[in-house]
C-alpha cells in the first residue's frame, strides 16, 4: 500500500452512509495541544511500536494503530499491520472517535449506516470492526485514538474494553512523557547555552546567535563591540575562593545591564572572563560614562587587593561579511594587544579599539594579496655587541607599507594566524632573508665576513618536519651554509614539560650548522634545565625585565645572577628593548653579552651592497655610543 491513502469523495446520489466527522467542540485548542507536543511527522519509535504489537497479539487483531487526528488528516505514530503513515481526516474513524467519551466500537462497519460506503471499508484495508480508545492530553482533550482493526466482524467485553482502555493510557503516558521529555530537552539547551551567573550567553550560542545577528545588520552601518575582561581572574578565583571570582562577574554583568538594557543587544560571556556586548552605533555608549562605572559601588566596597583589575574595550566597526567566530577572535586579539598600551584610571584600563580593529578587519582582506604580490619587505635591526660596542648581528623584522602607512609587526602576525598563513608567512620571510645573503655573499669584498640574520620561528612550528624540510631546501637553493642563519625561537615555554620533540629538532638543524636563541625568555617562565638541554648559543630577556628593573632594584640582582648561570652555561645573554643608551652600562654591568633596541638604531632596509650596508649600521652606532659614554 502507498504511504498514504487519498480522500475520496462520497459516493454518488445521496446515499446515507459515509460522511467525514464534524470537527471537535474544542477543535482550536485540541490542535493547539496536539502540535505543541512535536509529535506528528516524528520519526519511528522503538516504545510506541512494540505497544502496538503488544496491543494486536492480546486481541488477536491483524491492525493495530496510534492515530493523531491532525487538522486534515489521521497520522499515525504507530502502525502494526498497516503500511501507510496517514489517510485523510475526512475518511477516518478516529474522527468520529474524538467526539466519544472513552470509545467508539464499530462490531460490523458493512452494516453500519455512518460507514457501510466508506472507502476504508469498501477497499484496502477492508475495515469491518473498528474500536478505538480515546487517547487525551493531560487536560482532557482529545489528540487521536489507540484502535484495533480486524477484516471480520468482532465484539468486545467489557473487561475487554477496559484492558483496552488500560493500553491506551500507556499510550497516553508516553505521550505526556515525550512532551515532558522535549521541554526538559529544551529547558536543558537553553541552560546549557545561557551562563547561570551572568545570564549572558556563552560562547557557542553566541556565536550562533551573533552570525546572524551581523548578517540581518550588514546594510545597516557601524556596529560597536564593547569587551570587559577581568584581568585578575585566576588571582581573584585562587586567593578569594570561587564564590567570590562568581560574584564579581555577576556584579559586573549587572552594571553592564543597567547601562545597556535596550532592545536588540547581543550579550555574551566569550570566555571564563570576559564579557561581550555587540549594539548598533547609535545606541553605542548609551547612557554609559566610563569614570562613572570604574566609580560604582560594587568596585568601591572592595579592598585594594581583592579590587578586580578590568582591561575595558571598546570600537567602533564595519562588519564585512564576517562570522561570529571571525569577528570574536579579532575582537579578542585586538584586547589582549591593547593590555600593553591601555592607559589606567585605578584598577581599570581603558582602550579604544576603533582604529586597530577596523585595520584587522580590512587588512584581513587584503593580506593574503599582499603576500602574493610581495608587498611586505624586511628591515634589519642591528644587535650589538656590549663590550665593544660592534655590531654582532641582525634581526630580520617583517615590514608592510599599505597605503602609505605601516602595519605593525605584531598586527601582521595576528592577521596572518587569523587568516591560516602564517606558515606561509615564515617561509616568505626565509626565502627573502636567504636571498639576500645569498646576494651579499656573493658580491662581497674580499675577506669579508657576512655576519649571519636572525630570523624569528615558534618553537612550534620548527617540531614541524615541514618547516625544517623548506628550510634545507631554501639554504640549498641559495648555496648558503647553516652558519649564516640564528633562529630565534619563541614559545619555548611549552616544551618544559615534553622537551624531546623541540630538543631533537633543534639538533638536527644544529648539524647543519644553524644557531638558535631562545627568545623573550623569562620572568614567568625561566628554566635552567630546559635551556641546558637545548643547542642554543643564545638568549634574549624578554622586554618586560627592563620595567621590572625601574620599579624594582632586586630584579637587578636577580638578572646578574641569572646572566651568571647562562654564562656556566656556555650561553650568551641578549638584552632586548633598549630604548635609551643610558641602559647600556647597566646592561653590561649585569652581565649581558649583546644588546639591542632603538638605541642603538631603527631597524631599516637593507643596502644591496653589503660593505656599505654594514658601514652604515656601524655609523649609526658612534653616536648612540659617545652619548652613552657622556651619560
Given at each position: 500500500m502507498a504511504d498514504s491513502i487519498p480522500k475520496t469523495t462520497l459516493a454518488p446520489g445521496g446515499r446515507p452512509?459515509?460522511?467525514?466527522?464534524?470537527?471537535h467542540p474544542c477543535e482550536e485548542e485540541r490542535l493547539n495541544s496536539l502540535h505543541s507536543l512535536h509529535v506528528l511527522d516524528s520519526d519511528h519509535e522503538k516504545r510506541y511500536d512494540d505497544l502496538t504489537r503488544l496491543?494486536?497479539?492480546?486481541?488477536?487483531?491483524?491492525?493495530?494503530?496510534?492515530?493523531?487526528?491532525?487538522?486534515?488528516?489521521?497520522?499515525?505514530k504507530a502502525h502494526c499491520g498497516l503500511d501507510a503513515r496517514q489517510t485523510g481526516r475526512d475518511l477516518a474513524f478516529c474522527a468520529h472517535a474524538l467526539h466519544e467519551e472513552r470509545f467508539l466500537v464499530i462490531n460490523d462497519a458493512r452494516q453500519d449506516e455512518r460507514f457501510f460506503d466508506n472507502p476504508l471499508?469498501?477497499?484496502?484495508?477492508?475495515?469491518?470492526?473498528?474500536?478505538?480508545?480515546?487517547?487525551?492530553?493531560?487536560?482532557?482533550?482529545?489528540?487521536?485514538?489507540?484502535?484495533?482493526?480486524?477484516?471480520?466482524?468482532?465484539?468486545?467485553?467489557?473487561?475487554?474494553?477496559e484492558r483496552l482502555e488500560r493500553c491506551a493510557l500507556l499510550v497516553e503516558n508516553e505521550l505526556i512523557q515525550r512532551d515532558a521529555l522535549l521541554a526538559e530537552r529544551a529547558r536543558a539547551t537553553l541552560q546549557a547555552n545561557i551562563d547561570p551567573i551572568t545570564g549572558y550567553s556563552l560562547r557557542r550560542r553566541y556565536l550562533q546567535r551573533m552570525t546572524a545577528w551581523l548578517q540581518k545588520r550588514a546594510s545597516q552601518g557601524a556596529l560597536q563591540v564593547i569587551l570587559v575582561k577581568l584581568q585578575?581572574?585566576?588571582?581573584?578565583?585562587?586567593?578569594?575562593?570561587?564564590?567570590?571570582?562568581?560574584?564579581?562577574l555577576q556584579s559586573l554583568?549587572?552594571?553592564?545591564?543597567?547601562?545597556?538594557?535596550?532592545?536588540?543587544?547581543?550579550?555574551?560571556?566569550?570566555?571564563?572572563?570576559?564579557?561581550?556586548?555587540?549594539?548598533p552605533r547609535d545606541q553605542a555608549l548609551h547612557g554609559m560614562r566610563w569614570h562613572r562605572f570604574v566609580e560604582q559601588p560594587w568596585l568601591l566596597h572592595l579592598s585594594a587587593n581583592t579590587r578586580p583589575d578590568l582591561l575595558i574595550g571598546a570600537g567602533t566597526f564595519i562588519s564585512d561579511d564576517m562570522s561570529g567566530a571571525e569577528l570574536v577572535d579579532v575582537v579578542e586579539e585586538e584586547l589582549d594587544c591593547a593590555s600593553e598600551w591601555a592607559p589606567k584610571d585605578k584598577s581599570v584600563q581603558f582602550a579604544d579599539l576603533t582604529d586597530n580593529l577596523n585595520l584587522r578587519l580590512e587588512m584581513n582582506n587584503r593580506f593574503?594579496?599582499?603576500?602574493?604580490?610581495?608587498?611586505?619587505?624586511?628591515?634589519?635591526?642591528?644587535?650589538?655587541?656590549?663590550?665593544?660596542?660592534?655590531?654582532?648581528?641582525?634581526?630580520?623584522l617583517l615590514r608592510w607599507q599599505d597605503k602609505n602607512r605601516w602595519i605593525t609587526p605584531h598586527q601582521m602576525l595576528r592577521i596572518a594566524r587569523h587568516a591560516g598563513l602564517d606558515e606561509e608567512l615564515d617561509i616568505w620571510v626565509l626565502r627573502r632573508s636567504c636571498a639576500l645573503l645569498s646576494h651579499w655573499v656573493s658580491t662581497r669584498a674580499e675577506g669579508t665576513t657576512v655576519l649571519p640574520l636572525s630570523l624569528n620561528v615558534t618553537a612550534s612550528r620548527l617540531v614541524g618536519a615541514e618547516y625544517m624540510d623548506v628550510l634545507r631546501r631554501v639554504l640549498r637553493l641559495y648555496r648558503l651554509k647553516g652558519d649564516c642563519l640564528r633562529l630565534d625561537i619563541s614559545g619555548v615555554e611549552s616544551f618544559i614539560a615534553t622537551p624531546e620533540p623541540l630538543v631533537s629538532a633543534m639538533k638536527s638543524l644544529a648539524n647543519d650548522g644553524i644557531s638558535f636563541c631562545v627568545d623573550r625568555f623569562g620572568p614567568e617562565h625561566d628554566s635552567l634545565r630546559l635551556l641546558s638541554m637545548l643547542p642554543i648559543a643564545s638568549v634574549k630577556l624578554h622586554p618586560r625585565w627592563i620595567s621590572l628593573l625601574q620599579?624594582?632594584?632586586?630584579?637587578?640582582?636577580?638578572?646578574?645572577?641569572?646572566?651568571?648561570?647562562?654564562?656556566?652555561?656556555?650561553?650568551?645573554?641578549?638584552?632586548?628593548?633598549?630604548?635609551?643608551?643610558?641602559?647600556?652600562?647597566?646592561?653590561v654591568d649585569l652581565g649581558f653579552d649583546q644588546l639591542q633596541g632603538y638605541a642603538f638604531g631603527e631597524p631599516m632596509a637593507p643596502?644591496?651592497?653589503?660593505?656599505?650596508?654594514?658601514?652604515?649600521?656601524?655609523?649609526?652606532?658612534?653616536?648612540?655610543a659617545d652619548k652613552s659614554a657622556d651619560t
Open positions: 452512509g459515509f460522511r467525514p466527522a464534524a470537527p496491543v494486536a497479539d492480546i486481541f488477536d487483531v491483524p491492525i493495530c494503530l496510534v492515530s493523531l487526528v491532525d487538522e486534515d488528516r489521521q497520522w499515525f471499508v469498501t477497499g484496502p484495508p477492508h475495515v469491518c470492526f473498528y474500536a478505538g480508545a480515546v487517547l487525551r492530553d493531560s487536560s482532557g482533550l482529545p489528540l487521536g485514538t489507540l484502535c484495533l482493526i480486524d477484516h471480520k466482524p468482532r465484539q468486545l467485553d467489557t473487561a475487554q474494553l585578575n581572574a585566576e588571582r581573584l578565583r585562587k586567593q578569594q575562593g570561587v564564590d567570590f571570582y562568581e560574584g564579581v554583568s549587572h552594571q553592564l545591564n543597567e547601562n545597556f538594557d535596550d532592545e536588540g543587544l547581543l550579550k555574551g560571556r566569550v570566555s571564563h572572563d570576559t564579557l561581550m556586548i555587540l549594539l593574503a594579496q599582499a603576500l602574493r604580490d610581495n608587498e611586505l619587505c624586511i628591515h634589519l635591526q642591528p644587535i650589538v655587541s656590549a663590550g665593544r660596542r660592534s655590531l654582532s648581528g641582525q634581526e630580520v620599579t624594582d632594584t632586586r630584579q637587578g640582582r636577580l638578572l646578574k645572577a641569572w646572566t651568571a648561570a647562562l654564562h656556566a652555561l656556555d650561553i650568551s645573554a641578549i638584552a632586548v628593548g633598549i630604548e635609551h643608551s643610558r641602559h647600556r652600562q647597566a646592561m643596502d644591496e651592497d653589503y660593505g656599505k650596508w654594514k658601514a652604515r649600521v656601524e655609523s649609526s652606532l658612534e653616536p648612540h
